[in-house]
């Protein structure tokens, strides 16, 4: 079946350096999801990408989909402590009434 | 806020015993999906409802089964607890019927713990 993997798993940032995390599905995806998940809480939408090779910005997120639609990655510039949380990607399948989750990165911002 | 609503949203039962957990969708959404979110994992499928009738499944056993009704709202039941069923189980509701191409609005979960 379709698997969605996230690297890192965990990642210690000082706070006001930049922090990454790539997805990687196994199978090509007609979109991809980011979610925010803080500590506690739930997964809130951040942001779908569609197009081949899109780069979409959010303030200092910049989210991208890989030329042939099966990686992208999340880069934060300059985190700060608001940041902290895990942040997951998914991708539909064929059908698109599921999405598949990747394991996440969960971002730790030291003051 | 999502206007996604669970309960309850923590509870506790013992091996073998049976729970319902309920969701009411966001206004104006008819499509409800369920997921199960171990500790530290992602959030994994575990089945969809659209129009009342189940649009979709995971990889879960039939002990894992639902119902959505006329307005939309939802309920989860899993039989014949085990101890691996500890997880944080989200709702979430969608517009279109297709929720893998639109933005899922997450409640804030009914965290389960099997003893």
């Known amino acids: 079946g379709q698997q969605v993997m996230q690297i890192p798993q965990y990642q210690h940032v000082q706070e006001g350096e930049d922090f990454t995390t790539y997805c990687n599905s196994s199978?090509?995806?007609?979109?991809i999801q980011w979610y925010k998940q803080r500590p506690g809480g739930h997964p809130v939408f951040l942001i779908q990408?569609?197009?081949?090779?899109e780069v979409k910005k959010q303030k200092r997120l910049t989210f991208q989909f890989g030329e042939a639609k099966k990686n992208s990655s999340l880069h934060i510039t300059a985190t700060q402590t608001t940041d902290v949380g895990t942040y997951f990607c998914?991708?539909?399948?064929?059908?698109?009434?599921?999405?598949?989750f990747g394991g996440g990165t969960r971002l730790m911002v030291k003051p | 806020e999502t206007g996604v609503t669970q309960s309850p949203t923590h509870l506790i039962k013992t091996r073998g015993q049976q729970v319902t957990l309920r969701c009411s969708s966001q206004?104006?959404?008819?499509?409800v999906s369920w997921y199960q979110q171990a500790l530290g994992q992602g959030p994994q499928f575990i089945f969809q409802y659209y129009r009342e009738e189940e649009n979709g499944r995971g990889n879960f056993p039939p002990r894992f089964s639902g119902l959505q009704f006329p307005n939309y709202s939802s309920e989860l039941n899993v039989n014949a607890l085990e101890l691996d069923d500890s997880a944080l189980y989200l709702c979430?509701?969608?517009?279109?019927?297709?929720?893998?191409?639109?933005?899922?609005?997450f409640g804030e979960g009914s965290r389960l713990t099997v003893l």
């Open positions: 206004s104006g959404h008819n499509t």
């Open positions: 979430a509701s969608s517009t279109p019927r297709t929720s893998g191409s639109g933005e899922l609005f």
């Open positions: 998914a991708g539909p399948n064929n059908a698109g009434n599921m999405l598949t």
């Open positions: 199978t090509t995806l007609s979109n």
């Open positions: 990408l569609v197009k081949s090779g």
